[in-house]
Nanobody
Framework: QLQLVESGGGLVQSGGSLRLSCVVS???????????LAWFRQAPGKEREGVSC????????DYLDSVRGRFTISKDSAKNAVYLQMNSLKPEDTAVYYC????????????????????WGQGTQVTVSS
């Protein structure tokens, strides 16, 4: 059973940057490299939406259209960590951000629209002021 713990959220002005981190623990015989990884967000009164994902298979990434070119997902397998670098933040990026992971046993290219993740963090609040 994996545990995911996010950090790095906070209050930032429009146009600013934040870097979210997600540390993953609880591996048994596998490592972070066996998982597709993703960041989701949920704003007040709105449904949760996928922001970005990182495929285990080939390292490919996908992004929500509204964040493409501003956000970057990455991982550090040695540190069992997943990151989301967020630049040029906008008030509409305000939300609770969650990291997620799913073990992948076959070739698979993730898509940000997918939601079939088995492990979730508790979330970190990002607030962007105008």
């Amino acid at each position: 059973q994996l545990q995911l713990v996010e950090s790095g959220g906070g209050l930032v002005q429009s146009g600013g940057s934040l870097r979210l981190s997600c540390v993953v623990s609880g591996f048994t015989l596998d490592t972070l490299d066996f998982y597709d990884l993703a960041w989701f967000r949920q704003a007040p009164g709105k449904e949760r939406e996928g922001v970005s994902c990182l495929s285990r298979t080939d390292g490919s990434t996908d992004y929500l259209d509204s964040v493409r070119g501003r956000f970057t997902i990455s991982k550090d397998s040695a540190k069992n960590a997943v990151y989301l670098q967020m630049n040029s933040l906008k008030p509409e990026d305000t939300a609770v951000y969650y990291c997620a992971a799913v073990q992948v046993y076959r070739a698979h290219i993730c898509a940000v629209s997918e939601t079939q993740y088995d492990y979730w963090g508790q979330g970190t609040q990002v607030t962007v002021s105008s």
